[in-house]
């Protein structure tokens, strides 16, 4: 929780900061949304855009590409029914 007090700042977005901790610190996207809704309870001292994107941190995140078809995805194989 202080964590978020300490590192979100005017210019930072939540949910590129929710990825970091997900894909390279192996956090749990659950407890990312609840510590920053401990943070910020009422969504004092957040912008209008970080107040928008507190709505997305209570969803899970949404896979890439590469990590639904592997690091070279043949997409238009894929779509033809080539495995």
């Known amino acids: 929780m202080d964590f978020f007090r300490k590192n979100v700042g ?8 929710r990825h970091y901790l997900v894909e390279d610190q192996k956090y749990d996207w659950q407890e990312i949304q609840k510590a920053v809704q401990q943070a910020f ?6 912008t209008k855009y970080q107040q928008a994107e507190m709505a997305n941190l209570a969803q899970p995140p949404i896979q890439s590409l590469s990590q639904i078809f ?14």
């Not at 592997?70 to 495995?83: D, E, H, I, K, V």
């Open 10 to 17: 005017n210019n930072t977005s939540l949910s590129v900061l």
């Open 41 to 46: 309870p009422n969504g004092d001292n957040l």
């Open 70 to 83: 592997g690091p070279t995805p043949n997409l238009r194989g894929f779509l033809r029914g080539q495995r």
